[in-house]
């Protein structure tokens, strides 16, 4: 009788046991969740809204519409800063040509996915929804002047430097565009985080006497 009371003794502690274990490994999983939770959807959202992003640019209505405008627009505004500064250019669609030089302004040279990459890692990032238009306004604003002046140096650096044309245009104005646009979005969360909330939505303590 007692070696079977010990046994039973033995065995519920042994329970007891794996039933902490499982607590705590339940816990440990809880808390890697809790802590790991806001990253995990960040990127999730991030990439739904890329692939959201690569599946429209892929189509005709942008391709042939929205695209080919935004470039003829890039096209029209560099040929005329071109001219002041005095390169006498004319911009024929996306082709900005003078008696020297050409560049085509095609996809690719549009800002469109810089633009994209900032606007989905805003509408990810978890903040009030009423601070995101703002930098996606200001931040789309900002890479499509920086894309101006990308065409603009890269034409200047086809008349007088010629040879610097393909690093400029595949190297280094590639990688500067994602680091704008790293930066845009870095400034943009810094500001997101540490702006006050409108007075209108802050709880508000009033005496008031009688």
């Not at 405008?69 to 505004?77: E, F, H």
């Not at 302004?105 to 703002?134: S, T």
């Not at 002046?149 to 200047?156: E, G, H, W």
Request: aromatic residues 12%; glycine residues 4%.
């Amino acid at each position: 009788m007692n070696n079977h009371m010990k046994k039973n003794k033995q065995n519920n502690r042994k329970k007891g046991r794996k039933a902490k274990q499982q607590l705590s490994a339940i816990a440990t999983i809880k808390l890697w969740w809790k802590d790991k939770n806001p990253v995990v959807l960040f990127v999730a959202a991030f990439a739904f809204l890329m692939a959201v992003f690569y599946t429209i640019i892929n189509l005709d209505f942008f391709t042939n519409g929205l695209q080919a405008q935004l470039t003829n627009l890039y096209a029209d505004i560099s040929s005329v800063l071109l001219n002041i500064l005095g390169q006498n250019t004319t911009a024929n669609n996306t082709i900005i040509a003078s008696s020297t030089f050409s560049i085509n302004v095609k996809y690719g040279c549009d800002a469109v996915e810089p633009i994209a990459l900032l606007m989905a890692a805003i509408l990810a990032y978890p903040v009030a929804f009423r601070k995101k238009p703002i930098g996606i306004l200001v931040g789309g604003i900002l890479l499509f002047i920086l894309n101006i002046v990308r065409i603009v140096s890269l034409f200047l650096v086809g008349v007088y430097w010629h040879s610097m044309f393909e690093i400029m245009h595949i190297e280094i104005w590639q990688f500067l565009f994602i680091l704008a646009a790293i930066i845009l979005c870095f400034f943009w969360i810094q500001w997101a985080i540490q702006s006050p909330i409108p007075p209108s939505t802050q709880k508000t303590n009033t005496n008031v006497s009688i």
